[in-house]
Nanobody, 113 residues
């Protein structure tokens, strides 16, 4: 079983920044990503990054969020700038390996207007 530990959520004013991190207990991940789920809505993709560093972002966060990873530490980061109230959600990391995938426990991000 792989353990994922998320951190970095919190309450911030609109226009502010937060940085999320997610550390996995096992090495060798392929795709690492962040998803979010707002109240009453389905979980949606925020960003993903491949082992080689290829990134993919949802249109709603392009230009504001940056995903990165540290392979040596089995960790993925999400730098969130210019936050908006509509970014309020529980953010989940997702770590994929060759044969399995795992979700983090979720971290709350709340952006006040």
């Amino acid at each position: 079983q792989v353990q994922l530990v998320e951190s970095g959520g919190g309450l911030v004013q609109a226009g502010g920044s937060l940085r999320l991190s997610c550390a996995a207990s096992r090495r060798g991940s392929s795709i690492m990503g962040w998803y979010r789920q707002a109240p009453g809505k389905q979980r949606e993709l925020v960003a993903t990054i491949s082992r080689s560093g290829t990134t993919n972002y949802s249109d709603s966060v392009k230009g504001r969020f940056t995903i990165s990873r540290a392979n040596a530490e089995n960790t993925v980061y999400l730098q969130m700038n210019s936050l908006k109230p509509e970014d309020t959600a529980v953010y989940y990391c997702n770590i994929q390996y060759v044969f399995d995938a795992y979700w983090g426990q979720g971290t709350q991000v709340t952006v006040s207007s």
